[in-house]
């Protein structure tokens, strides 16, 4: 620290001094540029430590400086030279609050002194201390005359107001805050507790639509499997008596048997049609039952489609032999083996070319196969009515058949059934259809098998 001639000295020697050393404390305080409380702050700090020294040694000699502070800043230093050697050589203020009223407050030797030292930061918007400033200061401070112990009161009570009244500004802003505090918080928790009352609510009502959900799935489970097993139930039941009506009907039109009348043989013709019909009907919702319930498991094995293609093309050209239907099964592209279950492959792309076969008076039906990197693609198409598109979801549903559909025959069980089997085969069955020119039905399997 650099420290020239004192701003301004003084001595305390009585009483009265302490007001003066106050009043000029705050004078110099405020020429080097402290702000007001700073001002007051410093000052009263003065006051206490200068009654103090009065009271224990009789007195000091008091010396502003301005020095330069480590951090480059100004401060403004105050030293209380003891009018005698302070005891022990220590000193502490009677009041602890002193202290914090200064930047620093403490005992310290200068030229072999022991003296009390404080110093409180100038602040850096304060006009620049150049040394002209100081002479300058230094002739003022000198010229002043100091008022009277009775002025420095008045100063005092002044101040002492002016402290009291703004404590007591701060006091009722500090009420209006908390108010506004308490205010805000009790907002805030009638809103929480709303949230927290609404999301409970929520909470209560999607924990009785999962209860319901679980309830409803439950007994559809149970519908569904109570279904499966009245079909079953009902169609094994009803195969034996139907079979035998059949078996009836063919032995009372035998040649062995008594000559019926024409009327009476037709009547047989008749039973033996309509049993035919109920036990192809029975079979259907055996087989859906079947592979409804899981009770069908695949056979994996490699199959070979051409194999497969051959004996349909077999099978089913007596069914063409008197239409104006041509079948086309083309040979599928080589090498044509996949893995899958031969038999209900089979059973799949039979059905398909005899509903083709069914739904088409004149032209062609065709199957065709086709091989990508992952996927065989299995088409029948024909040239028959065609499909309106709205019914090309419904087609698939248990005994829907499309109106007018039925004049051919049939149950409405053959396609959910084909398309139950190429699930279990991995695969999907697809449709694309035109009323009036045609439809396509293919299985899309992938070529690795399931
Ligand atoms: P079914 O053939 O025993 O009536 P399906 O389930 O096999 O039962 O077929 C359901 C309905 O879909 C048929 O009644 C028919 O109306 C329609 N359908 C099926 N295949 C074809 C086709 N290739 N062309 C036109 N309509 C078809």
Do not use: C
């Not at 109920?278 to 079947?290: F, H, P, W």
């Not at 599928?332 to 739904?359: G, I, W």
């Not at 990508?372 to 309106?388: C, Q």
């Not at 549903?397 to 279990?424: D, H, I, K, M």
């Amino acid at each position: 620290m650099s420290a020239g001639d004192p701003l301004l000295q003084m001595s305390l020697r009585v009483e009265q001094d302490i007001f003066l050393v106050r009043q000029r404390g705050r004078e110099v305080a405020a020429a080097v540029g402290l702000e007001h409380q700073d001002q007051v702050r410093l000052a009263t700090a003065l006051s206490e430590v200068a009654r103090d020294l009065l009271r224990i040694v009789g007195g000091a000699d008091v010396a502003f400086h301005v020095v330069h502070g480590p951090d480059g800043r100004r401060a403004l230093r105050v030293d209380l030279t003891p009018a005698s050697p302070l005891p022990g050589g220590r000193y502490e203020p009677q009041s602890g609050a002193v202290a914090r009223l200064v930047d620093t407050l403490g005992v310290t030797s200068a030229e072999g002194d022991t003296v009390v030292r404080m110093s409180r930061r100038v602040p850096a918007a304060a006009q620049a201390l150049t040394e002209v400033r100081l002479a300058e200061l230094r002739a003022e401070l000198g010229h002043s005359a100091p008022g009277s112990a009775l002025d420095e009161l008045a100063t005092q009570n002044e101040q002492l107001i002016a402290a009291l009244d703004e404590v007591r500004s701060q006091r009722d802003e500090l009420a209006v805050l908390n108010a506004e505090l308490e205010e805000t918080n009790r907002g805030v928790m009638a809103l929480y507790t709303q949230l927290s009352e609404e999301l409970e609510e929520t909470n209560r009502g999607v924990v009785a639509l999962y209860a319901e959900l679980d309830e409803k799935s439950a007994q559809l489970r149970t519908a569904s499997e109570s279904k499966s097993r009245f079909l079953a139930n009902v169609s094994h039941e009803l195969r034996a008596p139907v079979t035998a009506i059949i078996g009836l009907g063919r032995l009372l039109t035998d040649s062995a048997s008594d000559p019926l009348t024409p009327e009476q043989s037709e009547q047989v013709e008749l039973i033996r049609a309509s049993a035919a019909d109920l036990l192809s009907l029975v079979n259907a919702l055996l087989d859906l039952a079947k592979a409804e319930s899981g009770r069908i498991e695949p056979e994996w094995a490699d199959v070979d489609l051409r194999a497969v293609f051959g004996q349909l093309r077999g099978t089913l050209r007596a069914l063409t032999n008197r239409s104006a239907v041509e079948l086309v099964v083309e040979e599928p592209p080589a090498p044509a083996v996949l893995r899958s279950d031969e038999v209900l492959l089979s059973q799949v792309l039979r059905n398909l070319l005899h509903n083709a076969l069914k739904f088409t008076e004149r032209g062609e039906v065709r199957m065709t196969a086709q091989r990508d990197d992952e996927r065989w693609r299995l088409s029948v198409s024909d040239t028959g009515v065609g499909i309106r598109p709205e019914l090309h979801e419904r087609i698939f549903e248990e005994f829907y058949q499309v109106p007018g559909a039925s004049r051919v025959g049939g149950t409405g069980l053959g396609l959910p059934y084909a398309r139950r089997l190429v699930t279990l085969l991995g695969g999907t069955l697809e449709l694309t259809s035109e009323p009036g020119r045609g439809s396509t039905f293919t299985v899309v399997l992938p070529a690795s098998g399931a």
